[in-house]
């Protein structure tokens, strides 16, 4: 891990109360924190403990949101059943290592452990939260004819710099088209986290975007309640 890393690394640490020693499992947290607030509008701090499914063999962490509201648990998904409304679920799988090399074999076994996971009945040992996932991933199988877009997605994290002129990238297309011939998902993306793209997503989501208009034309409006103040732009 590079002096750049550690330092995102130790401000993360900090401002979240993390303990300072363990490492590897606040590098996994940093990764799931910088991905998922890319990608979901509505993500709460206290999700990340619901992410991290411990010591699975593979993957360290996992989420699924349905129209962009996570879901930890299979009885939210009775709603949906007796409602019988269309819905856009995502899996979110992510493994984070704080290795500074990408490895074909690691990269490999996250991919196929997590084509396990999409089977009916996986192979490989699941700790107690990966159960509960799988049985979400079930229910939603189950209610495949409501579903617009059932998307799944990978994120393989490390702090080495990537480089798609290598082996490693022929092998993650390899397994990314392996998902697609499950015939289950309409996107499906494997990506590739280095440390460039950790600082990248974290500043994102620790820095939200800000930006002024410049109202040439306006006038002010009646007063209304509990509005200080408002013009309306118009143009001749």
Not at 170 to 181: G, Q, S
Not at 189 to 208: G, M
Request: charged share 30%; with cysteine; aromatic share 12%.
């Amino acid at each position: 891990m590079d002096i750049i890393v550690e330092g995102y690394l130790k401000r993360f640490v900090e401002d979240f109360g993390l303990d300072p020693n363990e490492t590897d499992i606040n590098f996994e947290k940093i990764c799931f924190y910088s991905i998922l607030n890319s990608e979901l509008n509505n993500l709460d701090d206290d999700d990340l403990d619901e992410v991290s499914i411990g010591k699975n063999k593979g993957i360290d962490g996992i989420c699924i949101s349905i129209d962009e509201r996570i879901i930890t648990n299979v009885s939210e998904i009775e709603d949906i059943k007796e409602s019988k409304r269309n819905f856009n679920p995502t899996l979110y799988f992510i493994q984070a290592k704080t290795s500074s090399k990408f490895s074909d074999s690691e990269i490999a076994n996250f991919c196929d452990t997590v084509i396990d996971f999409l089977s009916e009945i996986p192979k490989y040992d699941l700790t107690s939260k990966a159960k509960e996932y799988h049985n979400i991933y079930l229910q939603i199988l189950e209610l495949l004819s409501y579903v617009r877009s059932f998307n799944c997605k990978l994120f393989y994290c490390s702090t080495g710099i990537w480089n798609n002129a290598t082996s490693s990238f022929t092998t993650l297309k390899i397994k990314e088209n392996a998902i697609k011939k499950l015939n289950i998902f309409n996107i499906v993306q494997v990506n590739v986290i280095d440390n460039e793209k950790i600082r990248r997503l974290y500043d994102r989501a620790t820095q939200p975007l800000k930006t002024e208009f410049d109202f040439k034309q306006k006038t002010t409006m009646t007063e209304i309640t509990n509005v200080k103040e408002s013009y309306r732009n118009f143009t001749l």
